[in-house]
């Protein structure tokens, strides 16, 4: 689980495969060091609403304030 806290204090929480996690740390690790794209899309999956093939959220790395990631078992 990925929750990430934007500046203007809006909270966005991804329930996403340890995989995609791991790619948006790295994502913001480069992007902290000066390297990689402004934004980061994250595959929203089973939050798909609609007639939609494939969703995506953009987050603006200047946007986040913090984040959290929150790893689970599956019973």
Known sequence: ????????GTEKEYDL?????????NWYDARDAGRGTG???INKH????GPFSKRKE??????????????YTIQ
Do not use: Q
């Open 1 to 8: 689980m990925l929750t990430i806290t934007l500046v203007n």
């Open 17 to 25: 495969p340890i995989a995609e996690v791991d790619a948006f740390l």
């Open 39 to 41: 934004s980061y899309g």
């Open 46 to 49: 089973s939050n798909n609403k």
């Open 58 to 71: 953009y987050v603006i790395f200047d946007k986040i304030l913090t984040f959290e990631v929150s790893e």
